[in-house]
C-alpha cells in the first residue's frame, strides 16, 4: 500500500523513513553509516518545504519503501551547490531525493511507481521544468562491490532520464517534465 505524504505531513512518518533509510544506505553502493538524530535532524529539510513530497510504500503498518522530492530550492545547501556552481535555473528545478526499497520488495515495480509518483507531484508544482537527481559513483573495482552488483543506469534510462555532464560531487540524472 502506497501514502502521498506533503510537506508537513511528512513529519509524521520521519522515526520511519530514517530507520529505512539508514537500512537501505547501509548496502553498495551507498556505504551510509547514519544515526537516527542526523536523519530526524536532515529530514526536516523536508517538513520545512511546503512543498516537498514523500510517497511511502507501506507492508501493514511498517514502511519498506519511499520516495522524496522538493524543489532545490527548498534542499540543503550541500545538495544545491553543485547546481548554483553549474549555473541552472534552481527555481525552475525539483530534487528527486532518495528512492529506497528493502530487498524482499524490489523488482515488484515500485522503482517505476516511485518515478511517476514524483514527476506527478512536481507536474504541479508552479515554474518546474526540469528534475534532478544524483547517483552515487564507485570504482568498479571497488572492495566492497558484491559480485552480482548490477548498477541501475539501464532502470533509469528506461524510465526516459539521461546523465547530465558537468555537474561536481553527483552523477546528476536529468528529466524534462511533459504535460
Not at 107 to 134: D, M, N, P, T, W
Amino acid at each position: 500500500m502506497g501514502k502521498r505524504f506533503i510537506g508537513q505531513e511528512i513529519e509524521e512518518v520521519i522515526p520511519q523513513l530514517a530507520k529505512l533509510r539508514i537500512q537501505v544506505f547501509r548496502d553498495f553502493p551507498y556505504l551510509y553509516e547514519g544515526s537516527l538524530e542526523y536523519e530526524k535532524e536532515y529530514l526536516k529539510t523536508y517538513t520545512n518545504s511546503k512543498q516537498s513530497f514523500l510517497f511511502a510504500v507501506f507492508d501493514g503498518d511498517k514502511m519498506v519503501g519511499a520516495t522524496t522530492c522538493i524543489p532545490l530550492l527548498d534542499e540543503t545547501e550541500e545538495v544545491i551547490l553543485p547546481f548554483r556552481e553549474s549555473k541552472l535555473p534552481l527555481e525552475k528545478i525539483v530534487y528527486f531525493g532518495e528512492s529506497i526499497l528493502l530487498k524482499p520488495y524490489r523488482g515488484l515495480g515500485y522503482g517505476k511507481r516511485f518515478f511517476q509518483e514524483r514527476e506527478a507531484h512536481a507536474k504541479s508544482l508552479q515554474g518546474i521544468e526540469e528534475v534532478y537527481f544524483c547517483g552515487v559513483r564507485r570504482p568498479e573495482n571497488h572492495p566492497l562491490r558484491p559480485a552480482d552488483y548490477q548498477p541501475l543506469d539501464p532502470f533509469w534510462l528506461s524510465q526516459g532520464y539521461k546523465k547530465k555532464e558537468g555537474l561536481v560531487d553527483c552523477t546528476p540524472k536529468v528529466g524534462r517534465l511533459k504535460n
